[in-house]
């Protein structure tokens, strides 16, 4: 067999419609995995899994919010009565631009919910399920859990806590066979930052992408299939040795901007 293949593994991934999530989805597929795809937004999910569908590979998709608890939990044990879990990616979570002055407790609220809530609700849902089984559950952190970043304050509060999360799992399910390790991605190319863009400097888009992009040592922004890969890995037999770690995919970002 090829390396890294998730052939007979269903996993599930949160916020795979779009991004990165998206393309966790369609790697996973392609390596053999039954891929759910847990997500809010229908329009995008149904147009995913019928695109991926096309092309041969096996995914599905639930719409849900991953900040409700009795949600998440009915329907992981709905699909845990028909297939084993064995991955689950906490890719889902939103994004906020501030300092602590214009950070609103709305707006923290907002991010708690869905970035850390999110995170908890989706790995107490599953955790029973992968204990004795080899479950492998991988976080989606962010360089804004390690170092900071100018007005980010509720975007770093969240994602130093899925860090931290990915630690704390690791340590207490290693005797009973689960892995968890988070990864930590730099600015990456998605429809998302092309909307922040288009939004945020209309007259200037071109030279604000370019900005962004060469905050990153190597002079680009990451691509979705790069965190993919990292992520395809993790969830391999091959990384069978690896827990409780952190991997930046950063272009250098935290150890070269010094």
């Given at each position: ?21 998206r ?6 597929a ?7 795809i847990l997500?809010?937004n229908?329009t995008q ?25 009795e ?6 044990d709905?699909?845990?009565s028909?297939n084993?879990?064995?991955?689950l ?26 970035n ?18 080899n ?9 804004a ?16 806590a899925v ?9 207490d399910?290693v005797?009973q ?10 600015r ?12 945020n400097?209309?007259d ?6 370019e900005k962004?992009?060469?905050?990153q ?9 790069e965190i993919?890969h ?20 950063d272009?250098?970002f935290?150890?070269?901007n010094?």
């Amino acid at each position: 067999m090829k390396p890294f293949q998730l052939t007979h593994k269903t996993a599930l991934v949160t916020g795979g419609a779009s991004g990165i999530g998206r393309a966790i989805a369609e790697t996973f597929a392609k390596n053999g995995a039954r891929v759910v795809i847990l997500d809010f937004n229908e329009t995008q999910a149904k147009e995913v899994v019928e695109a991926f569908k096309a092309e041969g590979l096996e995914l599905q998709y639930i719409i849900c919010d991953v900040s409700k608890a009795e949600e998440i939990q009915q329907i992981v044990d709905d699909i845990a009565s028909q297939n084993k879990i064995d991955i689950l990616v906490n890719n889902a979570g939103v994004a906020h631009v501030g300092n602590i002055e214009n950070t609103t407790e709305a707006d923290l609220d907002r991010i708690y919910s869905i970035n850390i809530k999110g995170v908890y609700n989706c790995v107490k849902a599953v955790i029973k399920h992968m204990k004795g089984n080899n479950g492998v559950i991988i976080n989606m952190a962010s360089i804004a859990s390690s170092v900071g970043i100018s007005d980010r304050f509720a975007y770093s509060m969240s994602k130093g806590a899925v860090l931290t999360m990915t630690y704390s799992i690791a340590k207490d399910y290693v005797d009973q066979g689960i892995r968890c390790n988070s990864i930590s991605p730099a600015r990456v190319h998605t429809p998302f930052v092309d909307g922040f863009i288009a939004k945020n400097y209309p007259d200037n888009q071109k030279e604000m992408f370019e900005k962004l992009s060469k905050t990153q040592p190597l002079g680009r922004m990451g691509k979705p299939a790069e965190i993919a890969h990292l992520a395809l890995y993790l969830a391999s037999d091959e990384a069978s040795f690896i827990t409780g770690t952190d991997f930046p995919i950063d272009g250098g970002f935290i150890k070269l901007n010094g």
